[in-house]
């Protein structure tokens, strides 16, 4: 069954460091998403992208965050410099159709000291 | 804006009794709505969807929902609970139209399932 990978799992940055989570979305799908779920809280929306640009972003996703599709497979995320509130699961979604559901990756584990 | 509430933070139940998990939303209009499954250390599984038609829906795992309009709810319910369905769960929202069809998370409501 097709599905989401997220690449790493886990990942422990220094403050102020950049990072790139990585994520390759099922390969037939249109609209690609980053959520983010700090620890004990809920799953928040972060981006999201379609047709090569941005079709959405949430407050959370300010000058520090960027993403990118490279190549027509992955889908990146990166943060450039982070806080230690950037410390949280990161989710990557991708759907296939407007009228369809997300599919949801692993997930990576970010740990900013 | 849109919001999804689910009052019960935790809740435990023995193995073989029934559940129901609650999910209000906020929303402007009817949203599609999901239940998710968050297992320990995994991503987000989808357990059902409501789009339009019938409103008791019905998932994987035995789970089924039923979307009620005049409540603003979408209650998950399964008859026999297993102890492999503790998890935390995850009812959202989504917008029919507009924008990058974002979906909004409840807080969750972790279930616990005693033998």
């Known amino acids: 069954e097709p599905e989401v990978t997220q690449t790493p799992s886990h990942q422990v940055t220094q403050m102020g460091q950049e990072v790139i989570l990585r994520c390759v979305p099922i390969s037939n799908h249109l609209y690609f998403y980053w959520y983010r779920q700090i620890l004990g809280q809920k799953v928040e929306f972060l981006v999201s992208?379609?047709?090569?640009?941005?079709?959405?972003k949430s407050e959370i996703f300010d000058d520090q965050f960027s993403v990118e599709r490279p190549d027509g497979s992955n889908f990146t995320l990166k943060i450039r410099s982070t806080k230690l509130e950037d410390s949280a699961m990161y989710f990557c979604?991708?759907?296939?159709?407007?009228?369809?559901?997300?599919?949801f990756g692993q997930g990576t584990r970010l740990t900013v000291v | 804006a849109q919001s999804v509430t689910q009052p019960d933070i935790h809740i435990t139940v023995s193995e073989g009794a029934s559940l129901e998990l609650r999910c209000n939303y906020s929303y402007g209009a009817t949203p599609y709505l999901f239940w998710y499954v968050q297992s320990p250390g995994q991503g987000l599984q989808l357990l059902l969807k409501y789009f339009s038609g019938d409103t008791l829906v019905q998932g994987i795992k035995g789970f089924e929902a039923e979307f009620k309009r005049s409540q603003s709810s979408f209650n998950l319910r399964k008859p026999s609970v297993h102890w492999s369905d503790a998890a935390e769960y995850f009812c959202a929202v989504g917008p029919i139209t507009g924008g990058g069809n974002k979906l909004t998370f409840g807080t969750g409501t972790q279930l616990k399932v005693e033998l």
């Open positions: 979604a991708s759907k296939q159709g407007r009228e369809t559901e997300a599919f």
């Open positions: 992208f379609y047709n090569n640009e941005i079709s959405e």
